[in-house]
């Protein structure tokens, strides 16, 4: 099993900069991915980013990309996502998930364990 907690969300003004948190427990594997999705209301569950969890590589959804960074700290067992320049559009529940494939996938379906979210709110 594996816990996934989420934090550093908030209310931010648009152009600014937030750093999110995920703090990894339980019987990750080698082979195991950590992502970062979001979820705004009325709208499907969105892919941002991924790593994986022992070599470090990482992977983004194309929109993302440039604004969003990933990282982990290995002395935390803690995944970050820097998120900069938001924009209102950005506003969203977000979410980190682990998937024990290991095939840096953007579907959702993919990731087997779920934090409880964290919300993000980008005023104008």
């Known amino acids: 099993q594996v816990q996934l907690v989420e934090s550093g969300g908030g209310l931010v003004q648009a152009g600014g900069s937030l750093r999110l948190s995920c703090a990894a427990s339980?019987?990750?594997?080698?082979?195991?991915?950590i992502g970062w999705f979001r979820q705004a209301p009325g709208k499907a569950r969105e892919f941002i980013a991924g790593?994986?969890?022992?070599?470090?590589?990482?992977y983004y959804s194309d929109s993302e990309k440039g604004r969003f960074t990933i990282s982990k700290d290995n002395t935390k067992n803690t995944i970050t996502l820097q998120m900069s320049s938001l924009k209102p559009e950005d506003t969203a529940v977000y979410y980190c998930?682990?998937?024990?494939?290991?095939?840096?996938?953007?579907?959702?379906?993919?990731?087997?364990?779920w934090g409880q979210g964290t919300h993000v709110t980008v005023s104008t």
């Open positions: 998930a682990a998937d024990p494939g290991g095939a840096h996938s953007a579907r959702a379906e993919a990731y087997d364990f």
């Open positions: 339980g019987r990750i594997a080698y082979t195991y991915d």
């Open positions: 790593i994986s969890w022992t070599l470090g590589d990482t």
